[in-house]
Protein backbone atom coordinates (compact mmCIF):
# COMPACT_ATOMS: atom_id res chain seq x y z
CA UNK A 1 0.00 0.00 0.00
CA UNK A 2 1.46 3.30 -1.08
CA UNK A 3 1.32 6.59 1.32
CA UNK A 4 -0.03 9.90 -0.53
CA UNK A 5 3.29 10.52 -0.73
CA UNK A 6 4.83 8.10 -2.48
CA UNK A 7 1.92 7.02 -4.43
CA UNK A 8 2.65 10.59 -6.33
CA UNK A 9 6.26 10.89 -6.33
CA UNK A 10 6.18 7.05 -7.91
CA UNK A 11 3.82 8.22 -10.47
CA UNK A 12 5.81 11.12 -11.31
CA UNK A 13 8.70 9.08 -11.74
CA UNK A 14 6.59 7.15 -14.69
CA UNK A 15 6.33 3.86 -12.57
CA UNK A 16 3.25 1.60 -11.89
CA UNK A 17 1.20 2.82 -8.47
CA UNK A 18 -2.33 1.16 -7.86
CA UNK A 19 -3.70 4.06 -8.47
CA UNK A 20 -4.48 7.53 -9.87
CA UNK A 21 -3.16 10.50 -7.55
CA UNK A 22 -5.52 12.99 -6.69
CA UNK A 23 -4.34 16.27 -6.42
CA UNK A 24 -4.82 19.78 -6.35
CA UNK A 25 -1.01 21.90 -6.12
CA UNK A 26 -1.87 25.25 -4.57
CA UNK A 27 -0.52 28.34 -5.86
CA UNK A 28 -2.74 29.70 -9.14
CA UNK A 29 -4.10 26.00 -8.90
CA UNK A 30 -5.90 26.79 -5.53
CA UNK A 31 -7.66 24.07 -3.49
CA UNK A 32 -9.29 25.90 -0.88
CA UNK A 33 -13.15 26.68 -0.23
CA UNK A 34 -15.49 28.59 1.87
CA UNK A 35 -16.59 25.11 3.42
CA UNK A 36 -13.12 24.69 4.41
CA UNK A 37 -12.72 27.79 5.86
CA UNK A 38 -15.71 27.24 7.99
CA UNK A 39 -14.91 23.96 8.94
CA UNK A 40 -11.13 25.35 10.08
CA UNK A 41 -12.30 28.95 11.42
CA UNK A 42 -9.18 29.83 9.12
CA UNK A 43 -10.62 32.78 6.61
CA UNK A 44 -8.98 34.82 4.08
CA UNK A 45 -7.76 37.17 3.73
CA UNK A 46 -6.25 36.52 6.85
CA UNK A 47 -5.13 33.37 6.05
CA UNK A 48 -3.07 34.77 3.42
CA UNK A 49 -0.98 36.55 5.64
CA UNK A 50 -0.50 33.89 8.67
CA UNK A 51 1.47 30.39 8.24
CA UNK A 52 -0.60 28.69 10.71
CA UNK A 53 -3.69 30.04 9.43
CA UNK A 54 -2.55 28.73 5.99
CA UNK A 55 -1.28 25.48 7.21
CA UNK A 56 -5.05 24.85 8.91
CA UNK A 57 -6.58 25.60 5.70
CA UNK A 58 -4.54 22.76 3.33
CA UNK A 59 -4.74 20.13 6.16
CA UNK A 60 -8.54 21.02 6.64
CA UNK A 61 -8.97 19.73 3.10
CA UNK A 62 -6.78 16.72 3.13
CA UNK A 63 -8.23 16.12 6.57
CA UNK A 64 -11.90 16.27 5.38
CA UNK A 65 -11.75 13.93 2.43
CA UNK A 66 -10.22 16.63 -0.08
CA UNK A 67 -7.03 16.15 -2.21
CA UNK A 68 -4.53 14.30 -1.09
CA UNK A 69 -1.76 16.70 -1.01
CA UNK A 70 -1.26 20.12 0.89
CA UNK A 71 -0.36 22.96 -0.94
CA UNK A 72 0.61 26.66 -0.71
CA UNK A 73 -0.02 29.69 -1.00
CA UNK A 74 -3.46 29.77 -2.55
CA UNK A 75 -2.52 32.68 -5.37
CA UNK A 76 -0.45 33.72 -7.40
CA UNK A 77 0.66 37.54 -6.36
CA UNK A 78 3.47 36.40 -3.61
CA UNK A 79 6.41 37.28 -6.10
CA UNK A 80 4.68 40.03 -7.99
CA UNK A 81 4.02 41.79 -4.57
CA UNK A 82 7.91 41.07 -3.08
CA UNK A 83 8.99 42.92 -6.76
CA UNK A 84 7.33 45.71 -6.07
CA UNK A 85 3.98 45.31 -6.76
CA UNK A 86 0.92 46.51 -4.69
CA UNK A 87 -1.80 43.73 -3.90
CA UNK A 88 -5.35 43.47 -2.49
CA UNK A 89 -5.61 40.54 -0.62
CA UNK A 90 -9.30 39.86 -1.67
CA UNK A 91 -11.82 38.77 0.41
CA UNK A 92 -13.34 35.48 1.90
CA UNK A 93 -14.55 34.56 -1.70
CA UNK A 94 -11.89 36.40 -3.76
CA UNK A 95 -8.55 35.29 -4.59
CA UNK A 96 -5.70 38.27 -4.19
CA UNK A 97 -5.00 40.33 -7.20
CA UNK A 98 -2.00 43.02 -8.44
CA UNK A 99 -3.74 46.58 -8.27
CA UNK A 100 -0.91 48.40 -10.09
CA UNK A 101 2.08 47.66 -12.27
CA UNK A 102 5.54 48.89 -11.09
CA UNK A 103 7.08 49.25 -14.61
CA UNK A 104 5.62 51.48 -17.67
CA UNK A 105 8.06 49.66 -20.08
CA UNK A 106 10.16 46.95 -20.50
CA UNK A 107 13.27 49.05 -20.21
CA UNK A 108 12.23 49.35 -16.51
CA UNK A 109 12.96 46.13 -15.37
CA UNK A 110 15.92 46.99 -12.98
CA UNK A 111 14.17 49.56 -10.66
CA UNK A 112 12.42 45.99 -9.56
CA UNK A 113 13.32 44.33 -6.27
CA UNK A 114 14.47 41.14 -5.87
CA UNK A 115 12.50 38.67 -3.67
CA UNK A 116 13.12 38.59 -0.40
CA UNK A 117 12.16 35.69 1.41
CA UNK A 118 13.31 36.41 4.90
CA UNK A 119 10.17 38.51 4.80
CA UNK A 120 6.70 39.63 3.78
CA UNK A 121 4.36 37.19 2.38
CA UNK A 122 7.20 34.98 1.19
CA UNK A 123 8.65 34.04 4.55
CA UNK A 124 4.52 33.55 5.69
CA UNK A 125 5.02 30.63 2.64
CA UNK A 126 8.07 29.16 4.00
CA UNK A 127 6.91 29.37 7.48
CA UNK A 128 3.54 26.86 6.70
CA UNK A 129 5.81 24.97 4.74
CA UNK A 130 8.07 23.88 7.51
CA UNK A 131 4.81 23.41 9.53
CA UNK A 132 3.26 21.00 6.67
CA UNK A 133 6.46 18.67 6.17
CA UNK A 134 6.12 15.09 7.05
CA UNK A 135 6.08 11.31 6.02
CA UNK A 136 2.84 10.63 4.19
CA UNK A 137 1.42 13.18 2.67
CA UNK A 138 3.19 15.14 -0.40
CA UNK A 139 3.70 19.46 0.23
CA UNK A 140 3.63 21.08 -3.11
CA UNK A 141 5.70 24.30 -3.80
CA UNK A 142 4.75 26.81 -5.90
CA UNK A 143 6.19 28.99 -8.26
CA UNK A 144 3.83 31.58 -10.84
CA UNK A 145 5.45 31.13 -14.27
CA UNK A 146 8.22 33.31 -15.52
CA UNK A 147 5.27 35.29 -18.38
CA UNK A 148 2.47 35.51 -15.82
CA UNK A 149 4.93 37.36 -13.22
CA UNK A 150 6.39 39.29 -16.00
CA UNK A 151 2.36 40.45 -17.15
CA UNK A 152 2.07 40.77 -13.28
CA UNK A 153 4.63 44.12 -13.12
CA UNK A 154 4.03 45.11 -16.65
CA UNK A 155 0.78 45.35 -18.14
CA UNK A 156 0.56 42.54 -20.32
CA UNK A 157 -0.06 44.35 -24.10
CA UNK A 158 2.72 46.59 -23.25
CA UNK A 159 4.75 42.91 -22.22
CA UNK A 160 3.52 41.33 -25.60
CA UNK A 161 4.27 44.05 -27.75
CA UNK A 162 7.88 44.38 -26.59
CA UNK A 163 8.33 40.64 -27.14
CA UNK A 164 8.49 41.84 -31.15
CA UNK A 165 9.93 45.32 -30.77
CA UNK A 166 12.60 45.12 -27.99
CA UNK A 167 13.34 40.93 -27.67
CA UNK A 168 16.64 41.53 -26.35
CA UNK A 169 15.24 44.39 -23.61
CA UNK A 170 12.77 41.24 -22.67
CA UNK A 171 15.41 38.17 -22.74
CA UNK A 172 17.09 40.38 -20.15
CA UNK A 173 13.90 41.04 -18.09
CA UNK A 174 13.18 36.93 -18.16
CA UNK A 175 16.58 36.13 -16.65
CA UNK A 176 15.83 38.65 -13.76
CA UNK A 177 12.02 36.84 -13.28
CA UNK A 178 13.83 33.78 -13.68
CA UNK A 179 16.55 34.04 -11.23
CA UNK A 180 13.97 35.56 -8.67
CA UNK A 181 11.65 32.34 -9.62
CA UNK A 182 14.08 29.64 -8.75
CA UNK A 183 15.53 31.60 -5.51
CA UNK A 184 12.11 31.23 -3.68
CA UNK A 185 11.45 27.94 -5.42
CA UNK A 186 14.81 26.78 -3.66
CA UNK A 187 13.90 28.17 -0.74
CA UNK A 188 10.15 26.34 -0.63
CA UNK A 189 11.84 23.31 -1.54
CA UNK A 190 14.37 23.45 1.60
CA UNK A 191 11.48 24.78 4.17
CA UNK A 192 10.61 20.79 3.29
CA UNK A 193 8.39 21.02 0.12
CA UNK A 194 8.58 17.79 -1.86
CA UNK A 195 7.49 18.86 -5.60
CA UNK A 196 7.54 21.86 -7.63
CA UNK A 197 5.03 23.00 -9.04
CA UNK A 198 4.31 26.16 -11.53
CA UNK A 199 1.74 27.70 -13.35
CA UNK A 200 2.19 29.96 -15.85
CA UNK A 201 -1.39 30.77 -17.60
CA UNK A 202 -0.08 33.94 -19.20
CA UNK A 203 2.40 32.27 -20.92
CA UNK A 204 -0.16 30.05 -23.05
CA UNK A 205 0.62 28.58 -26.90
CA UNK A 206 -2.75 30.64 -27.70
CA UNK A 207 -1.50 34.04 -26.85
CA UNK A 208 2.34 33.63 -27.64
CA UNK A 209 1.97 31.02 -30.76
CA UNK A 210 4.96 28.29 -31.12
CA UNK A 211 7.68 30.38 -32.17
CA UNK A 212 7.05 33.07 -29.35
CA UNK A 213 6.71 29.83 -27.02
CA UNK A 214 9.59 27.92 -28.05
CA UNK A 215 11.77 31.52 -27.27
CA UNK A 216 9.95 33.47 -24.45
CA UNK A 217 8.53 30.26 -22.40
CA UNK A 218 10.20 27.08 -22.29
CA UNK A 219 14.19 28.45 -21.75
CA UNK A 220 13.17 30.02 -18.50
CA UNK A 221 10.76 27.03 -17.46
CA UNK A 222 13.18 24.62 -18.46
CA UNK A 223 15.74 26.90 -16.60
CA UNK A 224 14.11 26.83 -13.11
CA UNK A 225 13.18 23.04 -13.44
CA UNK A 226 17.41 22.26 -14.32
CA UNK A 227 17.98 24.20 -11.13
CA UNK A 228 15.32 23.08 -8.93
CA UNK A 229 15.02 19.29 -9.59
CA UNK A 230 17.85 18.03 -7.32
CA UNK A 231 15.75 19.61 -4.65
CA UNK A 232 12.72 18.71 -5.83
CA UNK A 233 12.81 15.01 -4.40
CA UNK A 234 9.42 13.99 -5.49
CA UNK A 235 8.60 15.53 -9.00
CA UNK A 236 7.49 18.66 -11.08
CA UNK A 237 4.28 19.86 -12.70
CA UNK A 238 4.10 22.48 -15.28
CA UNK A 239 0.97 23.86 -15.76
CA UNK A 240 -0.09 25.79 -18.82
CA UNK A 241 -4.01 27.24 -19.61
CA UNK A 242 -5.75 27.13 -23.00
CA UNK A 243 -5.27 25.39 -25.97
CA UNK A 244 -2.52 23.48 -26.21
CA UNK A 245 -2.99 22.10 -30.00
CA UNK A 246 -0.99 24.74 -31.38
CA UNK A 247 2.27 23.97 -29.50
CA UNK A 248 2.12 19.84 -28.78
CA UNK A 249 5.45 19.91 -30.48
CA UNK A 250 7.25 22.51 -28.48
CA UNK A 251 5.73 20.72 -25.20
CA UNK A 252 8.10 18.00 -25.78
CA UNK A 253 10.79 20.39 -24.58
CA UNK A 254 9.86 21.07 -21.84
CA UNK A 255 11.78 19.22 -18.82
CA UNK A 256 9.13 18.65 -15.94
CA UNK A 257 7.97 15.33 -14.84
CA UNK A 258 4.23 16.09 -15.71
CA UNK A 259 1.91 18.64 -17.45
CA UNK A 260 -0.93 20.38 -16.62
CA UNK A 261 -3.30 21.66 -18.39
CA UNK A 262 -7.06 23.15 -19.13
CA UNK A 263 -10.15 21.58 -19.65
CA UNK A 264 -10.72 23.21 -22.82
CA UNK A 265 -7.61 20.33 -23.72
CA UNK A 266 -8.33 17.17 -24.92
CA UNK A 267 -6.79 14.38 -23.26
CA UNK A 268 -6.11 11.95 -25.32
CA UNK A 269 -4.66 14.44 -28.04
CA UNK A 270 -2.26 15.75 -25.23
CA UNK A 271 -1.31 11.83 -24.88
CA UNK A 272 -0.92 11.33 -28.54
CA UNK A 273 1.25 14.12 -29.41
CA UNK A 274 3.13 14.61 -26.04
CA UNK A 275 5.33 11.49 -25.39
CA UNK A 276 7.17 12.18 -22.69
CA UNK A 277 5.24 13.73 -19.64
CA UNK A 278 3.52 12.43 -16.90
CA UNK A 279 -0.12 13.89 -18.05
CA UNK A 280 -2.30 15.78 -14.82
CA UNK A 281 -6.13 16.77 -14.97
CA UNK A 282 -8.36 17.90 -16.03
CA UNK A 283 -11.78 18.05 -14.29
CA UNK A 284 -13.29 21.40 -15.63
CA UNK A 285 -13.75 23.61 -12.57
CA UNK A 286 -16.69 24.91 -13.72
CA UNK A 287 -18.70 21.04 -13.10
CA UNK A 288 -16.71 21.40 -9.84
CA UNK A 289 -18.45 24.11 -8.49
CA UNK A 290 -21.72 23.94 -10.15
CA UNK A 291 -22.50 20.25 -11.09
CA UNK A 292 -23.75 17.48 -9.15
CA UNK A 293 -21.62 14.81 -6.76
CA UNK A 294 -22.50 12.11 -9.19
CA UNK A 295 -21.79 14.30 -12.59
CA UNK A 296 -18.52 15.30 -10.73
CA UNK A 297 -17.74 11.65 -9.80
CA UNK A 298 -18.62 11.02 -13.74
CA UNK A 299 -16.60 13.58 -14.78
CA UNK A 300 -13.69 12.54 -12.57
CA UNK A 301 -13.75 8.52 -13.93
CA UNK A 302 -13.74 9.81 -17.46
CA UNK A 303 -10.95 11.80 -16.78
CA UNK A 304 -8.97 8.83 -15.63
CA UNK A 305 -10.69 6.42 -18.86
CA UNK A 306 -8.84 8.95 -21.21
CA UNK A 307 -5.69 8.41 -19.56
CA UNK A 308 -4.44 10.98 -17.34
CA UNK A 309 -1.88 9.37 -14.38
CA UNK A 310 -2.74 12.33 -12.16
CA UNK A 311 -6.55 13.48 -11.39
CA UNK A 312 -6.34 16.89 -10.75
CA UNK A 313 -9.05 20.00 -11.53
CA UNK A 314 -8.04 21.65 -14.44
CA UNK A 315 -7.33 25.12 -13.07
CA UNK A 316 -7.98 26.73 -9.47
CA UNK A 317 -11.08 25.78 -8.06
CA UNK A 318 -13.74 28.38 -6.80
CA UNK A 319 -14.63 29.16 -3.30
CA UNK A 320 -17.93 28.36 -4.03
CA UNK A 321 -17.01 24.70 -5.05
CA UNK A 322 -18.64 22.55 -2.33
CA UNK A 323 -16.87 20.05 0.12
CA UNK A 324 -18.84 17.25 -1.26
CA UNK A 325 -17.98 17.62 -4.37
CA UNK A 326 -14.28 17.29 -4.15
CA UNK A 327 -14.36 14.19 -2.28
CA UNK A 328 -16.58 12.40 -4.79
CA UNK A 329 -13.71 13.75 -7.50
CA UNK A 330 -10.98 11.85 -4.92
CA UNK A 331 -13.91 9.02 -4.72
CA UNK A 332 -13.35 8.81 -8.61
CA UNK A 333 -9.56 8.28 -7.92
CA UNK A 334 -9.78 5.67 -4.96
CA UNK A 335 -12.44 3.85 -7.09
CA UNK A 336 -9.97 3.31 -10.22
CA UNK A 337 -7.91 0.81 -7.94
CA UNK A 338 -6.22 -1.73 -10.26
CA UNK A 339 -9.32 -1.05 -13.35
Known amino acids: MFTTKQRLRETL ?3 KVDRPPCICPGGMMNMIIEDIMDITSSDWPEAHMNAKLMVNLTKGLYENGGFENFGVPFCMTIEAEAMGAPVFLGTKNTEPRVTDYPMNSIDE ?5 NIDVTEGRAKVVLDAIQLLKNEDVPVIANLTGPISL ?14 RKKPKEVHEFMEFITKNLIAFG ?9 VLAISDPSGTGEILGPKMFKEFAIPYLNKIVDELNDFAKSGTIIHICGRLKGIYKELNDLH ?8 ITSIKQVIEHVDNKVIMGNVSTFALEKNTPTSVIESAKNCIRQGVNI ?9 KTSLENIQQM ?3 AKESFQS
Open 311 to 319: LSPACGIGT
Open 186 to 194: KAQLKAGAD
Open 109 to 113: WKKLK
Open 13 to 15: KGN
Open 150 to 163: ATSLIEPTIYYKAL
Open 330 to 332: VLA
Open 256 to 263: SDAISFDS
